[in-house]
């Protein structure tokens, strides 16, 4: 049977016995040879013929019913030029009844000169006895056997047992395991069933216009009652159907025409009215072929996607469109004969088939020959943050394989409402990329993609956008006021523990002189804060950078310090009063600096150390 894609189906039906069903009666005598001879006596020249245990590549591997079993060598192939018997013990048969012997045996004889047949003294002369359904070899018994076989003897007529022997010659050439007689046994009436030779049988077929004929020929000693073709197709229930009686011993019925796809198995019972026969069973497709010659990239492809061509399968009805597999997964869908498939990696196996209309319907072909592809698909492994708030601008690490990122050829793409600042290129599979993120940006997981070049890849719902009412923030700084050309120590409280100590920005004329965390997480940090004489008065966003986020929520408001009661200093200049103007004029120039803009330069990750 031709596998396709459904070749695995099971032969698992219980009914499909090779055998038949002897009469319920008790046997006249059932000799198994496991416990002894049963009587038999062996003659002839060499006189091969033994008892005993076979060995098992001399015979069938063990006894009929036991281990036990009469050979004509038990661990040797047979003799050249022999003549050998087997004669059977007495037994009076009774000649109004009718006797018939059944005889199971294994053969493994090497012809053309070497044979077996059981024979019957006549009173004048050892004669050929044929078994009912005739020899399998016109010269007897004769090659090799698939297992232990049964052939019936009717013995009307002959008057006693003894009057039987089995016979065994050879010539000069060849030699084989030979003959291995497992067991003997005698019943009175009609234990015979019918022998059912399979004439006709249906082939695998793409024939969608004709039912499945099944032709077989039954034999039965005393005439068959009836017969019956059994089937089941796939997913289906065992159906039954009589076969109809034709010439020359032929019976004969048909498959009901199949749907593409399905598989059937069937076999056929037959019974003479005291016994039944059951062939082993069979099987066909009903199939459309697929397409052929599929082709691919012989190089290893780094890509997304596998580039696949292939020519229509040969039918007579249209193709709908063609379905590229990878193993069971959908890779493609196309009317075209050629497709770029959803690659996985590292080898991958692709096979497409046709999706067709029949004048059964729309059914799925065979697919192809599949083919094996080296594929590195570049991937994204790690987003660190992997998330982030509405009103949010934060610096991601995005890490991946097979990437090649390339500066000025890298672009990165989070969907709506999420802006990409900046991205720096680290190395070939790294990057960081400065993001801002809208305040009423939809909030769930977004997909993630990387282009470069010619390479992309795919973090599906890698990111999570969250409500920004919840984003980490600056809760308060106390005190919040800085008066000009002074010094003073601040406690800055933090919404969420940083990702690390962060860095300070109050704009021009004010300075960070130290920063330092006042409990373990970092959510209350201690700052110690100058401004410059000439730092102008009024409020200023503090904006904290952890190397991840910027935070912000709290304001510090510059103040000009009190007026003085007198002036100290002369107003012509003299040795105090230019003094006094150089050390402030030197502390001003001091604490001017540019003030920061986007996120600091990324820090190296590990565990936040515990503060």
């Keep these: 049977m031709s596998r396709g894609r459904h070749g695995g189906w099971a032969l698992v039906l219980g009914v499909l016995g090779a055998t038949g069903s002897p009469a319920a009666a008790a046997p006249l005598l059932l000799l198994d040879f496991d416990q002894d001879d049963g009587g038999l006596v062996a003659g002839g020249d060499p006189r091969q013929w033994e008892w005993g245990t076979v060995d098992p590549t001399m015979g069938p591997g063990t006894g009929w019913l036991g281990d036990r079993a009469w050979a004509t060598r038990l661990d040797a192939p047979t003799m050249h030029e022999a003549d050998d018997w087997l004669a059977l013990p007495a037994l009076p048969l009774d000649p109004e009844a009718r006797t018939v012997l059944r005889l199971v045996h294994w053969t493994d004889i090497a012809g053309p000169g070497d044979s077996g047949r059981l024979e019957h003294w006549d009173g004048a002369d050892w004669q050929t006895l044929a078994p009912l359904y005739g020899y399998p070899d016109p010269a007897g018994f004769a090659g090799r056997t698939d297992g232990w076989a049964e052939h019936w003897f009717d013995l009307t007529g002959i008057p006693d047992l003894d009057r039987l022997r089995l016979r065994f010659t050879s010539d000069a050439t060849g030699s084989a395991p030979g003959w291995v007689l497992g067991g003997i046994e005698l019943r009175e009436g009609d234990p015979v069933p019918p022998r059912i030779t399979v004439v006709e049988a249906p082939e695998d077929t793409s024939a969608l216009d004709q039912d499945h004929d099944v032709q077989v020929r039954i034999e039965d000693d005393l005439g068959v009652a009836s017969a019956t073709l059994w089937w089941v197709a796939e997913g289906g229930e065992r159906t039954a159907q009589a076969l109809s009686p034709g010439f020359d011993d032929r019976w004969v019925g048909s498959i009901p025409l199949q749907a593409p796809g399905t598989a059937v198995v069937w076999w056929v019972t037959a019974t003479d009215g005291e016994n039944e026969a059951t062939t082993p069973g069979q099987s066909f497709r009903v199939f459309l072929p697929g397409p052929t010659g599929l082709t691919g990239p012989t190089a290893r492809v780094v890509d997304q996607t596998v580039p696949l061509a292939w020519t229509p399968p040969d039918l007579d009805y249209p193709v709908l469109r063609y379905l590229v597999w990878r193993e069971d997964q959908l890779?493609?869908?196309?009317?075209?004969?050629?497709?770029?498939?959803?690659?996985?990696?590292?080898?991958?196996?692709?096979?497409?088939?046709?999706?067709?209309?029949?004048?059964?319907?729309?059914?799925?072909?065979?697919?192809?020959?599949?083919?094996?592809?080296?594929?590195?698909?570049?991937?994204?492994?790690?987003?660190?943050?992997?998330?982030?708030?509405?009103?949010?601008?934060?610096?991601?690490?995005?890490?991946?394989?097979?990437?090649?990122?390339?500066?000025?050829?890298?672009?990165?793409?989070?969907?709506?409402?999420?802006?990409?600042?900046?991205?720096?290129?680290?190395?070939?599979?790294?990057?960081?990329?400065?993001?801002?993120?809208?305040?009423?940006?939809?909030?769930?997981?977004?997909?993630?993609?990387?282009?470069?070049?010619?390479?992309?890849?795919?973090?599906?719902?890698?990111?999570?956008?969250?409500?920004?009412?919840?984003?980490?923030?600056?809760?308060?700084?106390?005190?919040?006021?800085?008066?000009?050309?002074?010094?003073?120590?601040?406690?800055?409280?933090?919404?969420?523990?940083?990702?690390?100590?962060?860095?300070?920005?109050?704009?021009?004329?004010?300075?960070?002189?130290?920063?330092?965390?006042?409990?373990?997480?970092?959510?209350?940090?201690?700052?110690?804060?100058?401004?410059?004489?000439?730092?102008?008065?009024?409020?200023?966003?503090?904006?904290?950078?952890?190397?991840?986020?910027?935070?912000?929520?709290?304001?510090?408001?510059?103040?000009?310090?009190?007026?003085?009661?007198?002036?100290?200093?002369?107003?012509?200049?003299?040795?105090?009063?230019?003094?006094?103007?150089?050390?402030?004029?030197?502390?001003?120039?001091?604490?001017?600096?540019?003030?920061?803009?986007?996120?600091?330069?990324?820090?190296?990750?590990?565990?936040?150390?515990?503060?």
């Design 331 to 611: 890779a493609a869908a196309t009317t075209a004969t050629e497709a770029e498939a959803r690659a996985a990696g590292p080898v991958d196996a692709f096979a497409v088939s046709a999706l067709v209309r029949t004048p059964l319907g729309d059914f799925e072909s065979d697919r192809s020959e599949a083919i094996l592809v080296d594929v590195a698909v570049p991937r994204i492994t790690a987003l660190h943050p992997d998330g982030g708030w509405q009103g949010d601008r934060l610096r991601v690490e995005i890490t991946g394989a097979y990437l090649l990122l390339a500066p000025d050829e890298t672009a990165v793409d989070l969907g709506p409402g999420i802006d990409v600042q900046s991205i720096e290129v680290v190395d070939a599979t790294r990057l960081v990329a400065e993001l801002t993120v809208d305040p009423d940006a939809a909030v769930g997981p977004r997909s993630v993609v990387v282009h470069s070049g010619a390479v992309s890849a795919l973090g599906a719902g890698a990111f999570t956008v969250t409500d920004g009412a919840t984003r980490p923030r600056l809760t308060a700084l106390e005190p919040a006021e800085l008066v000009q050309g002074a010094h003073s120590v601040h406690t800055l409280s933090l919404s969420a523990p940083p990702e690390s100590l962060p860095e300070i920005d109050l704009g021009d004329g004010i300075v960070v002189e130290s920063i330092a965390p006042l409990d373990d997480e970092g959510r209350q940090l201690s700052l110690q804060l100058a401004a410059a004489p000439d730092a102008a008065p009024g409020p200023r966003p503090l904006v904290a950078d952890d190397g991840v986020r910027e935070l912000a929520g709290v304001t510090l408001t510059g103040r000009r310090p009190p007026a003085a009661a007198g002036r100290v200093c002369s107003a012509t200049g003299g040795p105090v009063g230019g003094l006094v103007g150089a050390v402030l004029a030197g502390l001003a120039a001091a604490l001017r600096r540019p003030r920061k803009t986007g996120l600091r330069a990324p820090r190296g990750r590990g565990p936040r150390p515990r503060r």
